[in-house]
T-cell receptor
Framework: GEQVEQLPSILRVQEGSSASINCTYE??????FPWYKQEPGENPKLIID?????ERKQTQGLIVLLDKKAKRFSLHITDTQPGDSAMYFC????????????FGRGTRLQVYA | EAAVTQSPRSKVAVTGGKVTLSCHQT?????MYWYRQDTGHGLRLIHY???????EKGDIPDGYKASRPSQENFSLILELASLSQTAVYFC?????????FGPGTRLTVL
């Protein structure tokens, strides 16, 4: 199948600390891995993505790591702020069909003071 | 920025009734998608289309039909709505990589 497992489902971190979300995928041909943030009542929005020709990508306090051998990728949010509280979804392309994505079930991140 | 709109934004339907959800994009994207979102399930693909007048089944197409009459418009049709179809529905369009989601339609079937 084309399952994407995402853990944890709920993550509580103190403001200023780091938060990490991990995803695994099944299809070794997957080559595109986006991360979406969804605030309550809003639509998912792309925050960062990585393609299979990279192992690491960083932008504005977000780091994505990709381990193709282990079929694992992760999102790391550094110096978390209350505004980072939201649902986060990872996704993986279905083989090399970039537009077809399989989503993880989501992680609810709660940043507390 | 990509513009994807959906209508209605919320709807209450009766079991066995017909429901049509509409999506409109102004980005000239070829690919469009319909997803449903349920708590604990993330986003699941119902139907998608890569060209007008053609639609493809996604992972959970049962109980849904789709229509793409033009590049800009993509509809999701529930011919006989059921309680299990209560969910939030998102439409999306795609450029080369990124999918742009509409604001969603909250459907409640009673």
């Amino acid at each position: 199948g084309e399952q994407v497992e995402q853990l944890p489902s709920i993550l509580r971190v103190q403001e200023g600390s780091s938060a990490s979300i991990n995803c695994t995928y099944e299809n070794s041909a997957s080559n595109y891995f986006p991360w979406y943030k969804q605030e309550p009542g809003e639509n998912p929005k792309l925050i960062i993505d990585i393609r299979s020709n990279m192992e690491r990508k960083q932008t504005q306090g977000l780091i994505v790591l990709l381990d193709k051998k282990a079929k694992r990728f992760s999102l790391h949010i550094t110096d978390t702020q209350p505004g980072d509280s939201a649902m986060y979804f990872c996704a993986a392309s279905r083989g090399q069909v970039v537009g077809q994505l399989t989503f993880g079930r989501g992680t609810r991140l709660q940043v507390y003071a | 920025e990509a513009a994807v709109t959906q209508s209605p934004r919320s709807k209450v339907a009766v079991t066995g009734g017909k429901v049509t959800l509409s999506c409109h994009q102004t980005n000239n994207h070829d690919y469009m998608y319909w997803y449903r979102q349920d708590t604990g399930h993330g986003l699941r693909l119902i139907h998608y289309s890569y060209v007008a007048d053609s639609t493809e089944k996604g992972d959970i197409p049962d109980g849904y039909k789709a229509s793409r009459p033009s590049q800009e418009n993509f509809s999701l049709i529930l011919e006989l709505a059921s309680l299990s179809q209560t969910a939030v529905y998102f439409c999306a369009s795609r450029d080369r990589y990124e999918q742009y989601f509409g604001p969603g339609t909250r459907l409640t079937v009673l």
